[in-house]
């Protein structure tokens, strides 16, 4: 199989943000947050983020690059001979679940894009903008026909290999949705009625912190990073020497948690001025942007524009995912790229048409593969640092750019013992809320 690269060596940070922030960011944050009580909810999760998914973040971007191979071969190169690279397979499976639903998603947002650049998003009721969505998520044909309009174009792009075009345009558009997000927030916070909702996001409730709300969490942070599944262990192995390592994992961490935070300073000021129930789950960002675009100068045009930069968002996730199922076919089988793609691209099309007719199916490869599949990818993925490569050969990897990694004695205390433990207690303690309700 021949190596494919980046165009640029920083390209492979910037492909690691771009699979990292996508629809994780800007549907389901909100949706999830909205669900496990707002504020409160957030707390934890920006405290899951540092001590638990950072460190995870850095251990895929370590193990890839000293490895220098995609993340099955890695673990059997630094491995020989043993198990670490069941943690590859478990990550196809989780690629795959998660794009059977991603392309749905996906798919809403190419439609919404498409109804707003015809009109039909504009001057809608509220009521009118709720029921629109249900229409939309509940009608087989809307749903199985966009989502395998946006597999297509993913497996159109993966088909032909890591691509510098997406790479450059993804370069240039996403700055831009950060803006226009940024313009979404000041017309949201400023909405009569907006208060509520900006300490709904803001001001703490710890009783609504409930067992299930730490296992969402984490799942969440998870899930938003791109990590437990390997996908992170293949970007880094495409991460020059001479980068900084811990540095590019903080760098991909905040961009990645600052959107998802104006995605809710977005989403809930406008939802609680519109009386929207900000825990309705999965369609919450559907039925509230449409409301803030009717409110605001230009809002067609920026209706468009948002709902087109989403997609790219979420085709640069997509891809990532797609990739990881092609990569997989490639090297089992020995098939060319193409007919890897078209196989993988099949296989996914026939669990998103199940994804798209059924919210039971929908509900389940959501949760199982964010809050199930993700943590215990990555409760190995750590004991992988200590346990095989050790702290010398660990210390050198984060070092070989010639710097020092200040912190490394803080990562390698949190990845040996604090990661693992949390992991498994959180893990625990949600299964144990899941079943009792
Ligand atoms: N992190 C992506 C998002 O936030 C989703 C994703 C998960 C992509 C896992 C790749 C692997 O949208």
């Keep these: ?30 949706y999830v947050l909205g669900q496990n009580g707002g504020a409160a909810f957030l707390l934890v999760y920006v405290l899951f983020m540092l001590l638990i998914a950072l460190p ?12 220098g191979l995609p993340v099955l071969d890695a673990f059997k190169s630094l491995a020989p001979g043993k198990k670490w690279y069941l943690i590859g397979f478990s990550g196809v499976l989780c690629a795959f679940v998660i794009s059977s639903f991603y392309q749905v998603v996906s798919g809403w947002t190419l439609f919404y894009t498409y109804m707003s650049a015809t ?44 691509d510098k075009g997406i790479e450059q345009y993804s370069k240039i558009l996403m700055p831009v949705l950060l803006v226009l997000i940024v ?18 996001l803001l001001s703490p409730d710890f009783s609504k912190l409930t067992p299930s709300a730490l296992f969402e969490a984490l799942g969440q942070a ?13 970007y880094g192995s495409y991460i020059s020497k001479k980068q900084n390592l811990s540095s590019s994992a903080m760098s991909v961490a905040m961009i990645d948690f600052f959107i998802a935070f104006l995605a ?49 968002a979420a085709l640069t996730s997509s891809i990532s995912l797609l990739e990881v199922v092609v990569t997989f076919i490639r090297s089992s089988f020995g098939f060319k790229r193409k007919k890897a793609t078209f196989i993988s ?89 899941w079943i009792n309700g």
């Excluded at 922030?21 to 944050?29: E, K």
Aim: charged share 10%; hydrophobic share 55%.
């Design 264 to 312: 809710g300073l977005m989403i809930f000021p406008c939802a609680f001025a519109f009386g929207i129930n900000p825990g309705q789950g999965p369609g919450l960002v559907f039925v509230t942007l449409p409301n803030i675009f009717n409110q605001m100068p230009m809002g067609q045009l920026i209706s468009v524009a948002f709902f087109f930069l989403l997609v790219v």
């Design 345 to 433: 691209a099949a296989c996914v099309a026939f669990f998103g048409v199940a994804c798209s007719l059924s919210s039971t199916v929908f509900d389940l490869f959501d949760k199982v593969s964010a809050n199930i599949l993700l943590p215990l990818g990555a409760f190995f993925i750590v004991l992988f640092i200590p346990y095989e490569l050790g702290k010398k050969r660990v210390c050198e990897e984060f070092e070989a750019h010639g710097g020092k990694f200040k912190l490394f004695g803080v990562y390698y205390f949190l990845t040996k013992y604090i990661v693992p433990v949390a992991i498994l207690f959180i893990f625990a303690y949600g299964i144990y809320g």
């Design 183 to 200: 313009v979404v927030c000041v017309r949201s916070v400023s909405l009569d009625g907006a208060a509520e909702g900006i300490s709904f």
């Design 119 to 162: 009109g039909q998003l504009s001057s809608l009721s509220e009521q009118e903008v709720e029921t629109m969505f249900q229409h939309t998520a509940s009608d087989p044909v809307i749903c199985v026909i966009w989502m395998l309009v946006m597999l297509g174009i993913t497996g159109f792009v993966v088909a032909r290999g890591v």
């Design 1 to 30: 199989m021949e190596k494919e690269g980046f165009s640029s060596r920083a390209g492979a940070i910037a492909a690691a943000a771009g699979s990292a922030v996508g629809l994780g960011n800007i549907w389901r944050f909100p």
């Design 56 to 67: 995870v973040l850095m251990s895929e971007f370590a193990i890839g690059r000293k490895a």
């Design 222 to 234: 998870f899930f938003s990073l791109s990590i437990g599944m390997g996908t992170m262990t293949t």
